[in-house]
């Protein structure tokens, strides 16, 4: 094994839920300066999410859950405008939910060939 499920999870799962998250904001009208205020990073990576420069190797959108989480997320915070811990957070708990529900076991193992979803239970032992 030469990536773990943490590497997994902050190289590939949260930029992809973070882009996700940019995506729902711009789909919503906001403009890329508003979406970096609102998620506190700048308008440069804004841009680099919607052109899928960044976070774009795993589709989180494919997982009704974690859409739906996600579109709760942009509504919460267009609505109450959290700080930028409250928000890391969030999309932290997310990546480890999608870590609990083996939904990264696929993705882990095309990265990483010495993966074997069939006998590793990592994730879905600790945060299932």
Same mark, same amino acid.
């Given at each position: ?14 930029? /992809? &839920?973070? #882009?996700?998250? %940019? *995506? ?10 508003? @979406? ?35 579109? /709760? &997320?942009? #509504?919460?915070? %267009? *609505? ?10 969030? @999309? ?37």
């Amino acid at each position: 094994m030469k990536t773990n499920a943490f590497e997994v999870a902050s190289r590939y799962v949260y930029p /992809s &839920l973070r #882009r996700r998250l %940019v *995506e729902i904001l711009y789909e919503n009208g906001l403009k890329q300066t508003e @979406i970096a205020q609102l998620l506190h990073i700048t308008q440069s990576a804004v841009s680099r999410y919607l052109r899928m420069d960044r976070g774009a190797l795993m589709d989180v959108s494919s997982y009704p859950d974690i859409e739906e989480e996600l579109q /709760s &997320l942009a #509504r919460e915070i %267009v *609505e109450r405008k959290p700080d930028e811990y409250e928000i890391h957070r969030k @999309i932290v708990e997310i990546s480890v939910e999608m870590l609990g529900k083996g939904y990264v076991c696929q993705f882990h193992s095309k990265i990483d060939p010495e993966i074997n979803p069939a006998e590793c239970s990592v994730c879905l032992e600790l945060f299932g």
